[in-house]
């Protein structure tokens, strides 16, 4: 439950979800196996998608057709890696899981960069009933199958692949893109999570405390965000991610995940 | 016809009654298992499966408004979108 609620309280105030966190937290920490842990970690990014999309429709910034367009192949490589996730050896697993940490973290340094050289204006010069037009469905769908494949492996919402994709490639304005792909994590977690649940690898007294803290740890931490320098809680996540990928590849040269 | 206010609103409203309830059913399921481990239990599993039904209901509210707005194309999509989720659940149910 602590570890959920710290995750959920920092996620919500560095705006990233906490599963990037919560599986090697329990992994390294609670020796909990992998598979439980990513079953784990799927239901408490639900939680956080839902209940932040929730805020994020209700102000128009979310695109439901784009969500639902992109759906069809996040849907699919969720599905996909989940069922495939149970025949490949842990070790696999867990290189992918290190290489997208660093990722994840890279992308949030580039982020620090870019909001302290740009004004803040510059960023939310979109206001909702705007029009944008969006393109490269191809691309975006190819995209979000890779973003719903690693979500489905490792537990994770795969909002550093979504956001810059449809920011970058398909033309929606950042707001837009950032709510949107909170808004699909939702149903591209759930697909993967009823196939871990069916499995059997969804352990109600690890989820359970952990969705509870998930849950708590946002609530406050989207009401402590306008009031906290945000740009501290960034570099502290930052740092941790770069010290759970260290921890993982620690664990994975000592023979772990096997 | 449901214009995109309504339709948002909708939708906005089906997502925190999927979160607040599931939280609530969660937090309730926790403090009953301090008692009675397995209610507790039970309770536990009926709010996860609450949690993760929330997103697929949100696939289903979708549908049918894009129905009633005789919007052909996103009512197919939101449907294979549906499919994808009640197909590979079920495949997740038979391997067990």
């Known amino acids: ?258 | 016809m449901i214009d995109s206010n309504q339709r948002d609103r909708i939708v906005a409203g089906v997502l925190r009654w999927g979160a607040y309830g599931s939280f609530g059913i969660v937090c309730a399921g926790l403090l009953v298992g301090v008692f009675n481990q397995n209610a507790g239990n039970s309770v536990v599993r009926i709010g996860l499966l609450l949690l993760i039904a929330t997103p697929v209901s949100r696939i289903v509210t979708l549908l049918v408004i894009f129905l009633l707005d005789r919007d052909k194309k996103y009512a197919l999509i939101s449907f294979t979108v549906l499919l994808i989720v009640v197909l590979s659940s079920l495949y997740g149910m038979a391997s067990h």
Not at chain 1, 173 to 192: D, E, H, K, Y
Request: aromatic residues 8%.
């Open chain 1, 1 to 258: 439950m602590v570890v959920g609620f710290l995750a959920g309280g920092l996620g919500s105030i560095a705006g990233v979800g906490g599963g990037i966190i919560i599986t090697p937290v329990l992994v390294l920490f609670f020796h909990v196996p992998l598979p439980l842990a990513v079953a784990a970690s799927l239901v408490s990014v639900i939680a956080t998608s839902t209940a932040a999309s929730s805020v994020h429709v209700e102000r128009h910034v979310t695109d439901v057709r784009l969500a639902m367009t992109l759906e069809l192949t996040t849907t699919i490589g969720a599905a996909v890696a989940a069922i495939v996730s149970a025949h490949i050896n842990h070790r696999v697993i867990a290189v992918i899981f290190i290489c997208f940490l660093l990722y994840s973290a890279y992308s949030m340094v580039r982020k620090q960069l870019h909001d302290s050289s740009r004004p803040r204006a510059d960023q939310s010069s979109w206001e909702p009933g705007e029009p944008y037009k969006i393109r490269n469905y191809p691309a975006g769908l190819g995209i979000s199958l890779i973003a719903g494949s690693v979500s489905g492996l490792l537990g994770i919402g795969g909002g550093p692949i979504k956001v810059p994709a449809m920011y970058l490639i398909m033309g929606a304005p950042l707001r837009v893109a950032t709510a949107t792909s909170n808004f699909m994590i939702g149903v591209t977690a759930a697909t993967s999570a009823l196939v871990y649940y069916g499995r059997g690898d969804l352990r109600l007294d690890i989820a359970g405390p952990l969705v509870v803290g998930v849950f708590s740890g946002s609530l406050i931490g989207a009401r402590l965000a306008p009031r906290i320098r945000t740009r501290e809680v960034a570099f502290l996540l930052i740092a941790l991610m770069v010290y759970l990928s260290v921890q993982m590849g620690y664990k994975l040269a000592t023979g772990g995940f096997q």
